[in-house]
């Protein structure tokens, strides 16, 4: 069960359409157990992690990132999610406990706790000398709309996004998942209005994932007609890769001076990852001699 395969990538007979399928319901619970964020918290911030994981396995190599960074001015303040090239994802988010009433259709109002004005901000870190960064402005701070904008305003790609968080009345995560349709250069308009109308048709992610669908199962809707064939299958986590030594050069990044000055208030830094909570216990004395 635990490595059950969570991701499925597929592509059209005719090449013209691909689908990337994540059930996240296993990462998005990890997130929730770390950060114990408020309901309307753990469906933005869950929603960010299966966006982030899904433009993770589009990276060419393991060893890039993509780092999605969410402003909106709403209470929950800033949103992060990373994954590697593998989709595997860590995530934090300023105010995880800011909470909102729900919408008038009594669903979860993450466009008011994200807000909306702002920007969604893609960083993908390919290994080379700069990164390669694309911005765009929220649209509503629903994350999928905001996603599909990025991709048509950034990269010039159609793009539909769907993405979803149901979460228990205890705060636990009953399920969480999402997809990415993209349409490559030259499709038809046949296809495109043949897509809409199986996009249209579709019941939600969380109603999907609710009712025991899995990927394959969202393929199957979204790209019915298109003849879709399964690219590959991936098993993808909350997972954080955090170490002693990354701390310490965190650490060291901020300066001999610095260092310095916190080595005499404290000779040992206390230092908390933010993605997982684990704590590192930094000798400052050993560091600042390697400086
Ligand atoms: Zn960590």
């Known amino acids: 069960m635990e490595n059950k395969k969570n991701m499925l990538r597929a592509i059209s007979e005719n ?17 929730e ?30 060893k890039d990132t ?24 860590k995530g934090y988010m300023e105010n995880p406990l800011a909470d909102m009433p729900a919408r008038p259709d009594g669903k979860l109002n993450v466009g008011g706790v994200v807000g909306r004005d702002g920007t969604l901000s893609v960083v993908r ?4 000398k700069e990164p390669y960064v694309g911005m765009v402005p929220l649209v509503s701070g629903e994350i999928a709309e905001d996603v599909t904008s990025y991709y048509a305003v950034s990269e010039q790609i159609p793009t539909v996004c769907a993405l979803g968080v149901l979460v228990n009345p205890d705060l636990t995560i009953r399920c969480a998942g999402g997809f990415l349709l993209q ?6 308009e046949e296809e495109i209005s043949r897509l809409e109308k199986n996009i249209a048709a579709m019941p939600s992610v969380t109603q999907m994932l609710d009712q025991g669908a899995d990927p394959r199962k969202m393929m ?20 954080c890769d955090c170490s002693m030594e990354r701390t310490e050069r965190a650490l060291i990044s901020l300066g001999k001076k610095e260092l ?32």
């Open 220 to 239: 199957e809707l979204a790209m019915a007609g298109f003849d879709p064939q399964v690219l590959d299958e991936y098993r993808v986590d909350y997972r």
């Open 66 to 89: 993509v780092t999605l960074r969410v402003k909106g001015g709403g209470p929950a303040g800033l949103l992060l999610a990373v994954s590697d090239g593998t989709g595997n994802v």
């Open 183 to 188: 349409l490559l250069p030259g499709a038809s």
């Open 33 to 62: 157990e770390l950060h114990k964020p408020s309901a309307v918290c753990s469906a933005a911030l869950g929603r960010l992690l299966t966006a982030a994981s899904m433009m993770g396995i589009m990276l060419k190599s393991e």
């Open 260 to 291: 310095e000055d916190l080595y005499k208030e404290e000779p040992t830094a206390e230092v908390v990852c933010q993605f997982c909570n684990k704590k590192y216990q930094v000798d400052l004395g050993k560091l600042i001699k390697k400086v």
């Open 125 to 128: 870190d390919l290994g080379l």
């Open 15 to 31: 090449g013209g359409v691909v689908f990337c399928g994540l059930d996240s319901t296993d990462m998005v619970r990890r997130m």
